[in-house]
Structure formats: structure tokens, C-alpha cells
């Protein structure tokens, strides 16, 4: 059965702090995997990944994908209050356009 | 802003009932997907459209139903509600040239008394 686990579920920080947040899977097929910050209301998009070990970047936030082991991580350095969100992970299922998310970690980035 | 719109932003009905859930996609966006999210569910992919066509189905109950229009609105309807059908209801859309990355509304908050 296809699935991706995100770990931690949640996680607190002090401002200035880095944080990394794991994305794990298991498709058949892997097409990409994407990540999205979810504060209050709808999901926006941070990146597409669809290449090993190529790194994303924008701003303070850095994703890069290991196909091998199955895996993504999402890095944010020198974080802040606005940094908090829910940051999900998801990845599109094979043959499919059926779209699995993960359950998401939970950020809280304390002033 | 992403583009994407839904209506009504917040749904209060009562059990046994039918509602109906619109999201207008991006201009241009030919594909819609639905989604629920409930607080111990994390966000459940429903049903994908691609151009008024049915391309993907996800975990969809048999009381729930879609479809998407010639204009490329889509409408989600929901019957003989059940108090476990209080969710948040995301639709987003998508253009073939952006592969997968996919633009949410802000959603419909449907509470079921």
C-alpha cells in the first residue's frame, strides 16, 4: 500500500533555531513528492522535488529528495513566529492522479 | 491568493441533509481535486477532474458525489450528512504545464449538528 510518513509530528523551537522535517515514502512509480505550509487555513506550495539530490532553495527553506532510501527533508534555518505552520508532504500515486499526503509536522517557533 | 475560489466558506447544517460545495479553478486550470481534512484524518485526497472527466478517485464515500461543468467549476455534494462529515473541504486545481504542483482554495468549513 502506498504511504508517506512525516516525522516529527511536532516540534518546537526558539527563533534562530534550524529545524529539519522528514518526509518518508513508499509509491510504486515515484513521479516527485511536493511540500506545502499550511497555517490557518489552505495548503501553499513551498517546492516540487523530482530528482535525487538536487537541493531546492528559497529564502530560509531547502528541500532535497534521496530516491534511494525513499525520503525528503525540509530544512529552515534561522526560523520565526512566522515560520509556524503545519508543513506537509505529499506524492502522487503510481498511475494515478491520486495524491497521498502526509499527517504533517506540526512547527511552533517561540519569540 | 491562489487563484482558486469556493463558496460558502462556512456550512452549518444538520444530519440526514445535502449540501452542495463549488470551487471555481485558477483561470486557465483544467484539472480540480477535492479534499477533506478532519482534525484526526489529516488531509484525504477525494476525487480528481481533468476537464469535466473523472481521472482519479481517492477514499470518496458512495454518499458523496462530483462533477465538473463545461466552464471547469467543480461542485462536491454531500448527502445524508453524518456528524462525522465535519470537515474542512479543500478543492485545488492545477495546469499541465506546472506538473503536479496544485493551488488550494481556502476552503469550505462544513459543520454537520
Known amino acids: 500500500e502506498d504511504k508517506v510518513v512525516q516525522s516529527p509530528l511536532s516540534l518546537v523551537v526558539h527563533e534562530g533555531d534550524t529545524v529539519t522535517l522528514n518526509c518518508s515514502y513508499e509509491v510504486t512509480n515515484f513521479r516527485s513528492l511536493l511540500w506545502y505550509k499550511q497555517e490557518k487555513k489552505a495548503p501553499t506550495f513551498l517546492f516540487m522535488l523530482?530528482?535525487?539530490?538536487i537541493e531546492k532553495k528559497s529564502g530560509r527553506l531547502s528541500s532535497i529528495l534521496d530516491k534511494k532510501e525513499l525520503f525528503s527533508i525540509l530544512n529552515i534555518t534561522a526560523t520565526q513566529t512566522g515560520d509556524s505552520a503545519v508543513y506537509l508532504c505529499a506524492v502522487p500515486t503510481s498511475g494515478t492522479y491520486k495524491y497521498i499526503f502526509g499527517t504533517g509536522t506540526r512547527l511552533k517557533v517561540l519569540a | 491568493d491562489s487563484g482558486v475560489t469556493q463558496t460558502p466558506k462556512h456550512l452549518i447544517t444538520a444530519t440526514g441533509q445535502r449540501v452542495t460545495l463549488r470551487c471555481s479553478p485558477r483561470?486557465?486550470?483544467?484539472?480540480v481535486y477535492w479534499y477533506q481534512q478532519s482534525l484526526d484524518q489529516g488531509l484525504q485526497f477525494l476525487i480528481q477532474y481533468y476537464n469535466g472527466e473523472e481521472r482519479a478517485k481517492g477514499n470518496i464515500l458512495e454518499r458523496f458525489s462530483a462533477q465538473q461543468f463545461p466552464d471547469l467549476h467543480s461542485e462536491l455534494n454531500l448527502s445524508s450528512l453524518e456528524l462525522g462529515d465535519s470537515a474542512l473541504y479543500f478543492c485545488?486545481?492545477?495546469?499541465?504545464?506546472?506538473?503536479?504542483?496544485?493551488?488550494f482554495g481556502p476552503g469550505t468549513r462544513l459543520t454537520v449538528l
Open positions: 483561470s486557465g486550470d483544467l484539472s
Open positions: 523530482t530528482s535525487s539530490g
Open positions: 485545488a486545481s492545477s495546469a499541465p504545464s506546472q506538473g503536479n504542483e496544485q493551488f
